[in-house]
């Protein structure tokens, strides 16, 4: 009895051990590896904003869309083949993501600093976080070591990234299904401070929702009439689009959400209504929940250790 209790117990302390030493992400991963690593992604990222603001926005989305699609592991920066499915066509991301030009930039500046160290998963990490740090947002210490996929699932891509249409309960779920809390949920949209989105994603909500502020509505319809201009863009926080801060969630207690999942945290009825009023009052305590939750997604299923690969190509597999 006694010595099987031991053996159990010496079990968990090498599991233990194993997420410790090897499996977990650590910020000095590049130290001794390519200590100029961090310097070179957050001056591509800075350059890349100074040339055109939104490439932020764009940024951050593709960590989100990289992470929620079978973990963060690079999946979503791979390009289709004859061969081989991406998830650049999958429903949430064709004529939608972008940034992939920006990061191919990073890649070649790391590659050439230190070739085939610095995983495309990490660097989606390290330019979500500059991108928000430069745009006036937090800024938190990214976990490094990831690894990249040699798999995409356009499948999974379609079925696990929330769509605009759906209601705070399936958001929710979205989310819970990452391992994300409702509290994560509506910290991590504040995301929508920053970029622009296109009018066929909120044509219905300027059309047929009825929580929406009458005056907004309309000043959208000329950019988005009843049909065609699908991809017309319009800004998802109409107040302050370049700059990462807390009017998102002002704008939800105007009834100005542009896109109708924006406005399901808020409708006076939500189970959500309180945390968007403390971030609209206590815009730190916002700052303090994005970082913190920026950090949980990004752990979401990484590769690790001798999982996975380090790509050269952010677009194809080694
Ligand atoms: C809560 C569920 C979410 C839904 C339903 C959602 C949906 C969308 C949609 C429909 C767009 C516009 C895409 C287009 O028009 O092509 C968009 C843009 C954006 N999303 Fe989300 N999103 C959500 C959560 C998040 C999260 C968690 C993040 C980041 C952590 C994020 C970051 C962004 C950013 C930065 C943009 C603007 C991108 C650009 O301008 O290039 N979103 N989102
Ligand atoms: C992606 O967008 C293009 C251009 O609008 C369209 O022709 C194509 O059918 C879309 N692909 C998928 C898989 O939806
Ligand atoms: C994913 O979505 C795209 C675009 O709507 C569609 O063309 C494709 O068939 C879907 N694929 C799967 C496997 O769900
Ligand atoms: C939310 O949407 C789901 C389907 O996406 C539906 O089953 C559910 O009834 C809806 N919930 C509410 C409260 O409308
Ligand atoms: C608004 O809802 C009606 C009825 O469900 C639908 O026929 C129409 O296509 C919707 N309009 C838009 C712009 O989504």
């Not at 990073?106 to 495309?120: F, H, Y």
């Not at 920053?194 to 009018?199: E, K, V």
């Not at 971030?279 to 299923?301: C, T």
Request: charged share 20%.
């Amino acid at each position: 009895m006694a010595s099987s209790y031991n053996l159990f117990c010496l079990t968990l302390i090498i599991a233990s051990v194993c997420t410790v030493a090897h499996c977990k992400l650590s910020p000095n991963y590049y130290s001794s590896k390519c200590p100029k690593s961090l310097s070179i992604v957050k001056s591509s990222v800075i350059a890349a904003i100074k040339k055109e603001t939104r490439i932020g926005a764009s940024l951050l989305r593709l960590h989100f869309h990289d992470c929620f699609v079978n973990g963060c592991d690079g999946s979503v920066l791979l390009d289709d083949t004859a061969k081989f499915t991406g998830e650049k066509m999958a429903a949430p991301n064709n004529n939608s993501a972008r940034g992939f030009n920006v990061v191919d930039k990073i890649k070649a500046n790391l590659e050439k600093e230190c070739p085939g160290v610095v995983s495309c998963a990490d660097i989606l990490a390290l330019a979500a976080r500059d991108s928000v740090e430069y745009l006036g947002g937090p800024s938190w210490t990214v976990g490094l070591g990831r690894r990249d996929s040699t798999t995409a699932s356009i499948a999974a891509a379609n079925a696990s990234i929330p769509a605009p249409s759906l209601n705070l309960s399936a958001i929710i779920s979205k989310f819970k299904a990452q391992g994300l809390s409702v509290k994560d949920m509506v910290a991590l949209a504040g995301s929508h401070t920053i970029g622009f989105a296109r009018c066929v994603q909120f044509r219905s909500r300027i059309y047929n929702d009825s929580n929406i502020d009458a005056s907004f509505a309309k000043s959208l319809k000329s950019k988005c009439p009843k049909s065609g201009s699908d991809n017309n863009l319009a800004k998802l926080d109409a107040v302050s689009q370049t700059h990462f801060d807390n009017f998102y969630y002002k704008n939800l207690l105007e009834k100005k959400g542009l896109l109708h999942s924006d406005q399901e945290l808020y409708k006076g009825s939500s189970k959500t209504d309180y945390l968007v009023r403390r971030y609209v009052s206590k815009p730190s305590e916002f700052f303090s929940d994005f970082a913190e939750s920026m950090i949980k997604m990004g752990k979401i299923k990484v590769l690790t250790g001798s999982k996975g690969e380090v790509r050269i190509n952010c677009r194809k597999v080694n």
